[in-house]
């Protein structure tokens, strides 16, 4: 981890160096807003960017039910869980209208108490994806893009009372460790909207469908996602971007629950002065769905998310 860490404050600061060094302002622009990129929030512009987010929170006290005797839930027991998230994204412009991406991302969930350890397990999603973006149409102030992407997970359950259910059910597979393979495929559109030469306005939404997290059943997925951001860098001497988001998520490696979604709202702060890049600190207040627990669980999350782009 400290080496990971250690690979990624070089590569910024690399980045940095670069974008000191250029004098072409690359940053995504419509009628002189240079919009603010959020880690949750594809845009629609057809650049060859890197991306990496690198995330981490931690939730509210909850309380588990691990047994249910005559439809009454029974033995709940309280705890709190850390998630942990890294990304990382490089997208190739093909044309001036169409660009290809690749996306790997690592997502982990675990106990940080021996009772939640218990009912929650540990559980990690690795997820990678390949996709299309192809613009529709572009004016001054606006542009909207379409996406398509093929998604392959991999997420492995460690589970002690899912491993008691299965004993006490006399189920056909009973182990501590499960691996569920999941493919998917989803599509949606991207827009952006330059307001002001400091206001700028960011939607986006994906709908698929595919595996869920239980083997042989498939499900509907989707996202949807709205930024507001406020760039100060390039109108006034502040060299400093915010952006407030909403994101509503289905997609495997956020939700373990069928048929539930997670929600986030949050800001960021950005260094926004960079002529090729883009570095800053999200927070946000997430709900998400977990097994056995009938209240989405409140998280804090931060994230720090940076950008780099080529052309």
């Not at 705890?79 to 994204?89: H, K, M, Q, R, V």
């Not at 960011?202 to 469908?209: L, M």
């Not at 627990?293 to 052309?311: D, H, P, Q």
Request: aromatic share 12%.
């Amino acid at each position: 981890m400290k080496t990971l860490l250690t690979i990624i404050f070089v590569s910024i600061c690399h980045v940095y160096t670069m974008a000191q060094e250029e004098t072409d302002n690359n940053v995504p622009e419509l009628s002189g807003h240079y919009f603010i990129p959020v880690s949750i929030m594809p845009n629609p512009f057809i650049k060859s960017h890197f991306t990496t987010n690198l995330g981490i929170a931690q939730s509210s006290e909850f309380e588990n039910f691990i047994l249910e005797i005559d439809g009454e839930k029974i033995l709940g027991l309280k705890g709190t869980l850390i998630f942990a998230s890294l990304d990382f994204e490089y997208q190739q412009k093909i044309k001036d209208w169409i660009a290809l991406y690749i996306n790997y991302s690592l997502n982990a969930r675990l106990g940080t108490e021996l009772q939640s350890i218990l009912t929650q397990g540990v559980n990690t999603v690795g997820s990678s994806r390949i996709g299309w973006l192809i613009k529709i149409v572009e004016k001054e102030r606006f542009m909207l893009s379409g996406d398509i992407q093929v998604n392959n997970h991999s997420a492995t359950f460690i589970s002690i009372s899912q491993f008691v259910k299965d004993l006490v059910q006399d189920s056909v597979v009973t182990s501590i460790s499960r691996q569920v393979p999941i493919l998917n495929m989803n599509g949606g559109l991207r827009f952006a909207y330059a307001i002001s030469k400091t206001f700028g306005l960011q939607a986006y939404s994906d709908f698929g469908y595919g595996d869920s997290y239980k083997r042989g059943v498939s499900d509907y997925i989707y996202r949807i996602g709205l930024a507001f951001d406020a760039n100060l860098a390039f109108t006034t001497k502040v060299p400093l971007g915010f952006a407030a988001f909403f994101n509503a998520s289905a997609v495997p490696e956020n939700v373990h629950v069928a048929g539930k979604s997670a929600t986030s709202t949050g800001l960021k702060i950005s260094y926004a002065a960079g002529q090729h890049f883009n570095i800053g600190l999200e927070l946000s207040r997430v709900k998400i769905p977990i097994p056995n627990v009938e209240e989405k669980v409140i998280s804090t999350l931060a994230f720090i998310s940076s950008k780099y782009y080529f052309n």
